[in-house]
């Protein structure tokens, strides 16, 4: 189920949410400590108000919620709003059998028994879970995982506490594949909400038509994209739009990741069947790997690992592309020299490209080792950052290739103010925000521009194809 937690602060706001999402909801959570004081009173009308079932909830300012009044208060709060036809309540472990506990199972009110920890995973999270169930008909913990290896543990728990009915939630950017894949962590339900009211929180249309979340069974090929940070990216959108488009039953998620050697492990354990990588790791991922491509060889660099018998396989698709919205301009002669900005995994993959269609390529990096090193491998010149201003007008394409003006910081340019004639061609390989700043003062000067949505898409198709087998599908819009 995808349960919609609201935030609002009156119960008429908080019906209009409802009737706003209610074709991607199965229930709701009121969250009363959430309402202003007198519409906190009024919380009993509140089922009647809907017609889906609802979870009544208190949560205090320990628990990461509002409510910070005596704890007599919030009981009489509790034994009020249960007059009303509520489907749940959601008490916490620590609070004693009492006359909440006592009204609802008078009421056949299912109880929800719930821990909530907003800084950290308890060591003995499984025994928290049985005792937790024991107490209520359903166990509920809503915790931060810190790094990867805390979603592993999550992830885990189906199996240790089979036959538990259980709510499982990993708050926080780590935490959000937990709320996509919730089925697969035995979860019966995950929380949605249009203005993030816990940490991490996803939207109910997101959930619903975008990944299909409810839709995972046992039978579902699972597929991500891994990178540090990731939660920007737009390839679930585009991959998950083209499992629908050909009813290929598969869901792709972001999975924030500190660890490639656990992301690995975490992949055999809930054996998944692809994923893509993003930056820092397309050159860690390289150890892990039983068999890989002419071009991730030579470059260096992987974007695409796919479960082949007995291994994994990897594969870079950068590599094509990037080339397929220039080709013309290639082909008719239009580049012949270029300027790469950035020494990195994508740089890699970009300078090997451009040098196997014979154009001269300089780097530009900060570090200028890592300049070098590529250079070496590509046999094309290097030089600092810096004096990028003395490449003016003696380059026909410049690319950037660094994350510098990615998504959330749009302001980032490692060549701001560089001299432009107008005659260039410039590319820069970030897709979000579409006009970064490099962009912005070559349209400016006149310049043809070149998108990272291009490449993306292009790139996102051959991974496509390589995970399902199929081409994309042509009338989809990848959403980009």
């Keep these: 189920m995808i349960c919609l937690c609201l935030g609002e602060s009156t119960l008429e706001k908080n019906r209009e949410l409802v009737a706003k999402n209610r074709e991607y909801i199965d229930l709701c959570e009121l969250r009363v400590d959430l309402l202003a004081p007198k519409e906190q009173k009024r919380a009993a009308e509140f089922p009647s108000m809907v017609d889906i079932p609802v979870i009544l909830t208190i949560r205090r300012v320990v628990d990461g919620g509002r409510f910070s009044l005596a704890e007599r208060t919030r009981k009489d709060l509790f034994l009020k709003a249960l007059d009303g036809e509520f489907a749940y309540v959601d008490i916490e472990d620590d609070i004693k059998k009492t006359d909440i ?33 024991e107490r209520g008909d359903i166990a509920k913990i809503a915790v931060t995982p810190r790094g990867f290896a805390d979603v592993m543990t999550l992830f885990r728990i189906k199996e240790e506490l089979k036959g538990v009915d259980k709510i499982v939630i990993g708050m926080g950017e780590y935490g959000v594949c937990t709320r996509v894949l919730y089925k697969l962590m035995g979860s019966m339900l995950t929380f949605a909400s249009d203005n ?6 996803i939207s109910p249309r997101k959930l619903k038509i975008d990944y299909r979340a409810d839709k995972v069974d046992d039978k579902t090929a699972v597929y991500g994209i891994i990178g540090n940070p990731v939660l920007h990216s737009a390839s679930p959108l585009m991959h998950n739009r083209g499992f629908q488009a050909i009813s290929f039953n598969a869901i792709y998620v972001p999975f924030l ?12 354990q809930i054996r998944m069947r692809g994923f893509s990588v993003t930056v820092p790791f397309k050159a860690d991922v390289l150890s892990y790997l039983g068999n890989i491509t002419r071009e991730v060889k030579q470059i260096g660099s992987c974007n695409t690992v796919v479960r082949v018998p007995g291994m994994w396989k990897g594969i870079n698709t950068d590599y094509y592309g990037f080339l397929r919205p220039i080709l013309k301009e290639l082909e008719d002669g239009h580049i012949k ?3 790469v900005i950035g020494a990195g995994g994508a740089s890699q993959a970009i300078v090997w490209a451009l040098r196997n269609r014979g154009v001269k390529v300089t780097i530009l990096n900060r570090t200028l080792s890592h300049a070098e090193k590529i250079a070496k491998l590509n046999l094309c010149e290097y030089d600092t950052l810096d004096n990028a201003p003395m490449y003016r007008g003696k380059v026909d394409l410049i690319v950037q290739t660094t994350s510098v003006g990615l998504y959330p910081n749009f302001d980032g340019n490692p060549i701001a103010g560089f001299p432009y004639t107008g005659k260039e061609i410039v590319y ?3 897709y979000k925000p579409r006009m970064t700043k ?3 003062e070559a349209e400016k000067a006149g310049c043809k521009l ?10 996102g198709k051959m991974q496509f194809e390589a995970f399902t087998g199929y081409h994309y599908p042509s009338w989809v819009d990848p959403g980009l």
């Design 101 to 133: 506990e006592t009204k609802a199972r008078e009421k056949g009110v299912k109880i929800i028994r719930s821990i909530h920890d907003m800084e950290r995973i308890p060591d003995d999270i499984f025994s928290k879970i049985y005792h937790l169930a």
């Design 196 to 201: 993030e009211v816990a940490p991490g929180q």
């Design 257 to 268: 990741v500190d660890n490639v050697r656990l992301f690995f492990a975490f992949a055999e």
């Design 337 to 339: 020299t270029a300027l």
């Design 428 to 430: 820069d390989i970030i």
């Design 438 to 440: 490099v962009l912005q």
């Design 450 to 459: 070149h998108f990272g949505s291009e490449m993306l898409i292009e790139q």
